[in-house]
C-alpha cells in the first residue's frame, strides 16, 4: 500500500503568535516548526510500515506552503517519509479551508495512494477540518479524530472519541484518516536520518503542475475574509506561584483555599 | 433570499445540547436577517423529538430517516439535497466531532466558506457573520462570507433558549454519495471503563498527561480523599484515550461539562476542547511545570512545579488543615 501524509509547517510553539494588520492574516515571521500534530500522522504511518500487517511500499509526505516549508519536508523525512512533494506557488497563498482542501486533493490525486493520514490539527489554522474537506474532493471517506486503527485487506477499523463515547467505524480504503494526538507517542529522528533527509527526493511543484485551477485557490478563490480583530474581555490574570520550597508552596495554597473558604 | 439550515446531532432518541443552542441562535440570527432556520435530523428519530425543534425557533424540521446516525458522510449527503432544494445560505452547527466532519464536507461540496469554534453568530449588512476566538483565544476574529457560509459552533457557545412551539417533521430521501456508501459505523458510544460521577463533585481533581503514568492518578485521588466527600476526580481526553482514567470522567469537548467551587487542573496543559468543559468552574487552580502553559491564562492561582512534588504535598496539607 501507499501512504500520502499531509504535512504543514507552522510557527514554532514558543514564538508569539499574532495577526499581521495589513494583511488580517497570521504573521509568520519567526521560528517554524513541522506542525506536532502531524507527527503523530508520520508516526502512524511508520508504525504501519514496520508492523508488517499489510505491506506498505511507500510514504510520501505532502505539504502546500511557501519555499521555506520545505524544512517541515526534511523534517517529516527524518521521521520515516521516504520523500516528499511540496506545492508552492504564489498562485495558493491566502486560500482558506476549502481552498487549501482543494489543493491537497489534487496533489493527493497525482499520488494515487491507498490510504491519506492527517494531523488533528494545525497549530496555527485550528480549522480541524482539512481531513474532511480533502476526503469530499477525493471522493474518499473520511475520518477525524481517529485514536486507533487496523488496516485488514482493503478495510480499515477505527475507533474514536465523538460526543457520547467511544465509536468504532469501518471505512474502504482509499480513505483519509486524520489521527488524534493519543494515537502514539512520535520518535525523535536520528542524527542519521536528521543527516540523510536532504538527499531523498523532494519534488517541488506548481497549480500547473497539479492541475489546480488558479480561481479556485488563493485569496481571489476563497469564500471567506477575516477581519476585525478584537480583543475579547480579558479574565483577570491569576495569581503564580513559582514552586521553589513545596513547603512553602503548599502553605500559600492552602492559605489561599481558606480565604475562599473551599477548605 | 435563503435561511440558515441547522444539524441537529442525535443519540438515542434525544437532541445533543448544543444542537439546541445552535438552533436557537440561527433562529435569533435568521429573525434579524429576515429569514427562516430550518433543522435537519439524521436517523430514525420520533416524530416529537424531531419535531420539538420547533420549539427552539426552527421553523422547519426535515429528517432523513434511511440515513445512518452517528456518521458524517450520510449527513452531508442529507444537509447538501436540502442546500440545492432550498438554496440555504448558511449551515450552523453547535459543534463536536460530527460537526466539525459534515460542516466541512458540506463546505466542500456547495462551495462554502468554513469557520469552526464559533462563539457568536453576528448579523451585519444583511449577512450572517461568525465570530471566532483565535491564537489561544487572545483574539476574535470575524468570518465574512463570499457567499454561502458554515458556521461550527465552539461546545457550549449556544445557549438553549425557548422560542416558538413545536413543528411538523418533513421525511426526505437521500441519494448515497460514494463516500458514505464506503462507511459503516459499526458500534457508537462506548462508555469505556467504571462509571464514575463528576458532574455532582464540589471539588475536582483533574489529572492530565503531566502526572505521567496510570498509576499516578492515585496522587488525585489522595487529595480528592483529603477535601473528603463531595470531592471526585476527572480527566483528559488525552490521558482517556491512553487508558489511565475512565471515559466517564472525562472533562472537555466530547466529556462531561463541570462548573465545581474548586477545579484543580494537576499536569493539564488547558487545550481549548478541555477549557471548553470546565471553564465554568468558581475556583481554578492549576499545577503544571510549564509556566507557558495555556491553562495558567484561565486558572485563579497557578504553581508552576511538578504535580509530583505538589499534589503529595498539598495532600498531607489539606489533611492537616481539615484536622485542625
Ligand atoms: C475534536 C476534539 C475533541 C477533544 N475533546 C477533548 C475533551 O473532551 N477533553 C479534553 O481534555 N481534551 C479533548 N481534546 C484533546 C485536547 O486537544 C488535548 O489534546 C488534551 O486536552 C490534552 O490533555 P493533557 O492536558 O492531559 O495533555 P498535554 O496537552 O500533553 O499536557 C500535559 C501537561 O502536563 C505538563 N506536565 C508534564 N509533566 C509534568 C509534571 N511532572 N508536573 C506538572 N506538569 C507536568 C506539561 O507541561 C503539559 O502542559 C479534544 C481534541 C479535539 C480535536
Ligand atoms: N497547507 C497544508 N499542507 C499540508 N497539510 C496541511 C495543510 N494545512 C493543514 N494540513 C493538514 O491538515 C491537518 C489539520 O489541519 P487544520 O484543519 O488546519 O486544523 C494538519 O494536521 C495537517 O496534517
Redo the contacts with the bound molecule.
Keep these: 500500500m501507499k501512504i500520502a501524509v499531509l504535512v504543514k509547517e507552522v510557527p514554532d510553539a514558543a514564538v508569539e503568535k499574532r495577526i499581521d494588520p495589513s494583511t488580517g492574516r497570521l504573521d509568520r515571521a519567526g521560528e517554524k516548526n513541522l506542525n506536532p500534530y502531524d507527527q503523530n500522522a508520520i508516526e502512524a504511518a511508520v508504525q504501519l510500515k514496520e508492523g508488517g500487517a499489510v505491506p506498505v511500499e511507500e510514504i510520501v509526505a505532502i505539504t502546500m506552503g511557501p519555499e521555506g516549508a520545505e524544512r517541515a519536508l526534511h523534517k517529516a523525512v527524518s521521521l520515516g517519509a521516504d520523500r516528499s512533494v511540496q506545492l508552492t506557488d504564489d498562485a495558493v497563498a491566502g486560500s482558506d479551508v476549502v481552498a487549501t482542501g482543494y489543493a491537497l486533493a489534487k496533489l493527493i490525486e497525482r499520488e494515487s495512494p491507498d490510504l491519506v493520514l492527517l494531523g488533528?490539527?494545525s497549530d496555527d489554522g485550528e480549522s480541524?477540518a482539512i481531513g474532511a474537506v480533502v476526503g469530499e474532493f477525493l471522493g474518499f471517506p473520511a475520518l477525524?479524530?481517529v485514536s486507533k486503527f487496523d488496516v485488514s485487506g482493503s478495510t480499515i477499523t477505527a475507533e474514536r472519541?465523538a460526543e457520547y463515547g467511544y465509536d468504532t467505524v469501518e471505512v474502504d480504503l482509499p480513505a483519509v484518516i486524520s489521527v488524534?494526538?493519543?494515537i502514539n507517542e512520535p520518535r525523535y529522528p536520528s542524527l542519521k536520518a536528521i543527516m540523510g533527509a536532504k538527499k531523498k527526493p523532494l519534488e517541488k511543484v506548481t497549480i500547473a503542475d497539479a492541475g489546480i485551477e488558479a480561481d479556485k485557490v488563493g485569496a481571489a478563490g476563497s469564500k471567506i475574509e477575516c477581519g476585525n480583530f478584537t480583543e475579547p474581555p480579558k479574565k483577570a490574570a491569576g495569581e503564580i506561584i513559582e514552586d521553589e520550597d513545596t513547603a512553602a508552596t503548599v502553605e500559600k495554597i492552602v492559605a489561599w483555599l481558606d480565604e475562599r473558604k473551599l477548605i | 433570499m435563503g435561511g440558515i439550515l441547522v444539524y441537529a446531532l442525535t443519540n438515542e432518541g434525544a437532541i445533543n445540547k448544543n444542537s439546541l443552542g445552535a438552533v436557537s441562535a440561527a433562529a435569533k440570527a435568521a429573525g434579524e436577517l429576515g429569514t427562516e432556520a430550518h433543522a435537519v435530523v439524521v436517523g430514525n428519530v420520533g416524530d416529537d423529538v424531531a419535531g420539538s425543534l420547533g420549539s427552539y425557533g426552527a421553523t422547519k424540521v426535515f429528517r432523513a430517516k434511511d440515513a445512518s446516525e452517528g456518521l458524517a458522510a450520510p449527513a452531508v449527503d442529507a444537509l447538501a439535497k436540502l442546500f440545492a432544494d432550498n438554496d440555504y445560505d448558511y449551515a450552523v452547527f453547535g459543534g463536536?466531532?460530527l460537526g466539525?466532519e459534515i460542516g466541512a464536507g458540506l463546505a466542500a461540496r456547495v462551495g462554502a466558506g468554513i469557520t469552526a469554534e464559533v462563539t457568536g453568530l453576528k448579523v451585519d449588512g444583511g449577512k450572517l457573520v461568525g465570530q471566532r476566538p483565535i491564537l489561544g483565544d487572545s483574539l476574535i476574529s470575524e468570518s465574512n462570507y463570499k457567499g454561502k457560509g458554515v458556521l461550527i459552533g465552539r461546545t457550549n457557545a449556544f445557549e438553549a433558549t425557548q422560542s416558538g412551539s413545536a413543528v411538523a417533521v418533513e421525511d426526505i430521501t437521500v441519494e448515497t454519495s460514494e463516500q458514505a456508501s464506503k462507511v459503516r459505523l459499526v458500534t457508537r458510544g462506548e462508555q469505556r471503563g467504571a462509571d464514575v460521577n463528576i458532574e455532582d463533585a464540589n471539588v475536582l481533581i483533574a489529572?492530565?498527561?503531566?502526572?505521567?503514568a496510570a498509576e499516578n492518578f492515585q496522587l488525585a485521588e489522595d487529595l480528592a480523599s483529603a477535601f473528603g466527600d463531595g470531592a471526585a476526580v476527572g480527566?483528559?481526553?488525552?490521558?482517556?484515550d491512553a487508558g489511565w482514567f475512565p471515559y466517564a470522567g472525562?472533562?472537555?469537548?466530547?466529556?462531561k461539562t463541570v462548573a465545581p467551587k474548586l477545579y484543580v487542573a494537576?499536569?493539564?496543559?488547558?487545550?481549548?476542547?478541555?477549557k471548553v468543559?470546565m471553564q465554568g468552574s468558581e475556583n481554578i487552580i492549576a499545577?503544571?511545570?510549564?509556566s507557558n502553559?495555556p491553562?495558567f491564562e484561565f486558572s485563579d492561582l497557578g504553581i508552576v512545579?511538578?504535580?509530583?512534588k505538589?499534589l503529595p504535598a498539598l495532600t498531607e496539607a489539606v489533611k492537616a488543615k481539615k484536622g485542625s
Excluded: E, M, P, W
Excluded at chain 2, 489529572?207 to 505521567?212: A, I, S, T, V
Excluded at chain 2, 480527566?235 to 482517556?240: E, H, I, K, N, P
Excluded at chain 2, 472525562?250 to 466529556?255: R, W
Design positions: 488533528q490539527q480541524y477525524t479524530q472519541q488524534s494526538d493519543a | 463536536g466531532l466539525f489529572g492530565g498527561r503531566g502526572l505521567g480527566a483528559t481526553r488525552a490521558v482517556v472525562q472533562i472537555g469537548q466530547t466529556g494537576a499536569g493539564i496543559s488547558g487545550a481549548i476542547q478541555h468543559g499545577i503544571n511545570k510549564d502553559a491553562i512545579g511538578d504535580v509530583q505538589v
